[in-house]
């Protein structure tokens, strides 16, 4: 979904930006476990997110401008869920996407730690969708503080990669 409710702007990449890590010792390390994504890699994901936001645009602007989502009003989640659906319809391509783009030349243990957080990211995007179109308000809730959580963790996976946190991916999460 392009907006995302809990409001955190998280980011994998911005386009071309990111540098190969360096050791405990401080020279390069060009190994695929490296703490950073090389650049070409961070190019890739960077492209994968543009291509995302153009082909799933945003859609329509959220229903209501006073929305608390740690205090939802029951009678307005339907609506909220509903939105949120609309733009999550390109989230199953974009899952599709990050797992496709294999991995880095260097920062593969960074990467699995950014990849894994995105796609539960999403996956509990789409479970706060369900659960405000059901008007499921405790769960709805839950949901909040867990994209909270995982998007704090998205940022951290993200910064220590070397991945900077703006850009089309920023969009994305």
Same mark, same amino acid.
């Given at each position: ?14 386009? +071309?930006?990111?540098?190969? #890590?360096?050791?405990?010792? +401080? ?18 994901? #960077? ?23 740690? /205090? ?43 990849? $894994? ?6 996956? /509990? ?10 008007? /499921? ?11 909270? $959580? ?16 703006? #850009? ?6």
């Amino acid at each position: 979904m392009r907006v995302r409710l809990s409001a955190v702007i998280v980011g994998l990449v911005a386009l +071309g930006l990111s540098a190969c #890590g360096t050791s405990s010792s +401080g020279t390069s390390s060009s190994s695929p476990t490296s703490a950073k994504i090389d650049t070409a890699f961070t190019t890739k994901v #960077g492209q994968m997110c543009s291509t995302n936001l153009e082909d799933f645009p945003a859609v329509g602007k959220f229903p209501y401008a006073d929305f608390n989502p740690r /205090n939802p009003n029951p009678s307005e989640l339907p609506a909220v869920g509903t939105y949120f659906a609309q733009n999550q319809r390109g989230d199953g391509a974009l899952e599709s996407a990050i797992r496709e783009l294999g991995e880095p030349a260097t920062g593969a243990n960074a990467w699995n730690r950014v990849r $894994a957080a995105a796609l539960e990211f999403l996956s /509990n995007a789409e479970a706060q969708a369900t659960d405000a179109q059901a008007s /499921n308000t405790t769960a709805f809730v839950s949901a909040v503080g867990r994209n909270e $959580a995982i998007s704090k963790e998205l940022m951290s996976a993200a910064k220590q990669a070397g991945l900077p946190l703006t #850009g089309a991916c920023a969009q994305l999460f």
